[in-house]
């Protein structure tokens, strides 16, 4: 069970307390698409022990920065360690509320009718790079870990001309599965599951990028003990198994 009971029990002495109805109390939490699988899970465990609606809205890493720049207010905002930094630095979010939760990599797929490459070393990644008529990269965290990426690897100039690169919060690997991008890559968590392509797994070690997931309390959060309780809960030991069987490495 997850390690909130305590604000769970400080949530019913609340509703108690000012003649609220227990169920009345939602929570409203934003969060990534690269993050779905798990947080939709560990959600369902939070509605049921502490008896709220959690109302969650998905969106990728860029528009949620700037929905929640823009005024929008939820109780829990969760996407990459440095865009909360920023917008605890623009004062949207509180500071001692932050915390790092898990963390993932990025992988590779192509399409099903292709001959499948072998990226699980540098030479072969760039060998793959130059030889597929099309590349996807997303426009979120980990497009921009792979375009500085294509310039180490000295490819940067040869491919631009073959790279697409969707709006925020598109998924790479539907557009693989359609036929529309040849070779894409995303956060594992994005691609792992996704039925009609190849998944060729994560970048080689060496140069591997992850990506700090966090979530954070809003200033202006209508429910701010439940939500601190929800943010606890993403980091609970008891919650590491299910970000770990999503394909995200759970952090401490």
Known sequence: MLDYRRSAAFLV???TTFSVPLFAAELKVVAPNAVKEAVGELSARFEKEAK?????????????AKRVSDGEIFDVVISTSPSLDRLIKDGRL????KHDFSRSAIAAAVKADVARPD??????????????E???ISSGASGRYLEQLFQKLGVADQIKQKIKQPPSGAQIGDL?????????FQQVTELVHTKGLQYLG???????????????????????DAAAAFVKAL???????????????PLP
């Open 202 to 224: 994560p970048l080689p070690a060496e140069v591997q990028g992850f990506t700090i997931w966090s979530a954070a309390v809003h200033t202006a959060a209508m429910e701010p």
């Open 235 to 249: 980091s609970a030991p008891e919650a590491a198994a299910t970000i770990r069987s999503s394909g995200m490495e």
């Open 119 to 132: 990226v699980s070393t540098t030479e072969g990644l760039r060998a793959a790079l130059l030889k597929a």
């Open 94 to 97: 509180v500071t001692a509320s």
């Open 134 to 136: 099309s590349i996807g």
């Open 176 to 184: 693989v599965a359609r036929g529309d991008i040849e070779l894409g």
């Open 52 to 64: 709220l609606t959690l109302v969650l809205s998905w969106a990728g890493s860029e528009t949620i």
């Open 13 to 15: 002495m609340a509703c």
